[in-house]
C-alpha cells in the first residue's frame, strides 16, 4: 500500500464534482482502491446488522456519568457525500453517523466509530469549523480528514482531539483507483488504533432500548438542504429504514443499503461561519449546543421530542414532548441536522 503525504484540503464545491483548489497540488492516485471504490459490490438490500449499539436502556455516559475507561477514544472519519464519491465505503460498520450542511447547499457525512472498525472508510474530505464543538461530547476523539482551510488549523490543533490527515500515520491513509481525486482518498482505521474502541467511547447521551409509548406510524420522512435530499423509508422486513439519497438508493461497496436502525431530524440553528471555500460561498456553521426541536423514527414510528445539550462537554439528551427519556433502538444511528425555523 503506498501512503499519499502531505495532501491539502478539499471542499464540494456548489456543482458537486468539483475540488475547492486546496487539493490540486497532490492528486495522483498512489495505488488500488481499498475496496474496490467504484460499483457496488454487495447487495442492493440491507446490509449487515452492523454495529453492537449497547442495548441498555442507557447508553454509555448518559445517565450515570461519563465512563472511566474506554480502550480507545472514537474515530470519526469526515466523509464525502457529492455525487463523485457514492457509492461510500465502510459506512455501515459506524455506530453513528452524522448528516450536516456544507457550501453550496450541499451534504457530507460524518462516521463515528467505537464498536466495529471497518477495512477501509471513505472517501476522505475536509474538515468544518463545527465539527470541532460538535465532537467535544466524545471523550478525545481522533478526527480523520483530508485537510482543512489554512485559517481553520489552528483551531484544530487547540482542540482536544487527535487529528489524522494523510501523511500523518503510516499506513492510514490511501488513493484508491477508479476514481478521481479528491474523490478516492480512503482511510484504514486499524493503522490508527490496534483494536475497536468498545461501547464505553461513546459519550453521547444518547439512550438506547426499548421504544416509549406514543408516537405515530410514518412510513417515510425526507429531509432537504438546498441541493441534497435525504430519504428514510422504514422496512418491516430488515426493520430498519432504507437510506436514498438525492432520490436514489444510497448503497455502500461493502455492506449493501446504507439502513439504519433509528434516524433523528435534529432541529438546530445553522447559520454563516467566517469561513468560504475558493469559490467565495460562505461555510455554514452548525450550532450542536443548546436546545431545540427533534423527530425521532424508530420501528416505523415517528416521536415528537425535544433535545439539549448545555455546554460544549455534555452529551446530547434527546426527551419525549412529555418529559421522558427518549429511546433509540439497538443498531446504527443516524443524526441529521436540519435547519430549524
Known sequence: MTVTAGLAAGCTTAGGTHDDGRDQARRTATGPGPSGPGSPTGPTGPGPSGPATPTSP?????????????????????????????????INAADVVYVEQVEGGLSRLMAVYATTLPSAVGPVRSARESDLELLRQFDRPTLAFSGAQSKLLPLI????????????????????????????????????????????ALTTGFRYGPAPAGGHPLASRTVRYPLARF???????????????????????????????????????????AFHDFLGHTTPYTETVGSGAATVLRDGRAYRATWKRPTATDGTRFETNDGRPMTFAPGQLWVVFAKAA
Open 157 to 200: 490543533r487547540r482542540a482536544p482531539l487527535r487529528a489524522e490527515t494523510p501523511g500523518r500515520t503510516r499506513g492510514a491513509f490511501e488513493r484508491g483507483a477508479g476514481r478521481p481525486a479528491p474523490h478516492n482518498l480512503f482511510l484504514h482505521p486499524r493503522a490508527l488504533v490496534s483494536d475497536e474502541p468498545g461501547a464505553a
Open 58 to 90: 442507557t447508553s454509555p455516559g448518559s445517565s450515570t456519568g461519563r465512563p472511566t475507561v474506554a480502550r480507545n477514544p472514537v474515530i470519526a472519519v469526515k466523509i464525502d457525500n457529492s455525487a463523485a464519491a457514492r457509492p461510500q465505503t465502510g
Open 231 to 273: 430519504t428514510f423509508t422504514w422496512s418491516p422486513g430488515a426493520h430498519r429504514y432504507l437510506v436514498d439519497m438525492d432520490g436514489t438508493p444510497a448503497v455502500t461497496t461493502d455492506a449493501g443499503r446504507m439502513a439504519p436502525a433509528t434516524v433523528v431530524v435534529q432541529y438546530v440553528t445553522v447559520r454563516p461561519s
